[in-house]
């Protein structure tokens, strides 16, 4: 039972409002709003529901839109992912950004700084195996780093190929 909620503490379980199931809470996600403090629907069918309405054009639609509103509503929360995720402010973002003099740090292209909810335009280069933040760089060099699963070997030796195989 979450933190908070008060219910009925010899229930165990719910019955689904989409199998008509009853199942454990223990299959049920958290939700707070709700007096029993779990969704009406189980894990496995609320997946189910929200697989095929993604797969439907309308439904990606639906989807994106109110990502993109979630954003514009909060800005400040969307910018503190990076705190959570990567333990720097929008601040510290912001001086990088004006050190690197909005470059990217490898193909050194100059990307204008982005206003809005979503703020940037750079991604923050890490490394996956310490954590350690590298610098800014641009979608197009975080995709590259990536597909060559950030090894240097790899990325000396597809270039060693470009200069090789070019016509």
Partial sequence: MPKGV???LSATGR???LCKT?????EFYVDRRNPHGFTAQCQMCMRARDKVRRGTPEGKLASQTRWKTWRENNP???RNQWMRKYGITGAQYDDMYTRQNGKCLICETVTPRKTGPRGRNLHIDHCHKHGKIRGLICGHCNSGLGQFREDAKLLLKAAHYLTQ???
């Fill in 165 to 167: 195989m070019c016509c």
């Fill in 15 to 17: 019955i689904c409002t």
């Fill in 22 to 26: 009853y199942k454990p809470f223990a």
């Fill in 6 to 8: 008060k219910a009925d």
């Fill in 76 to 78: 400040e929360k969307f």
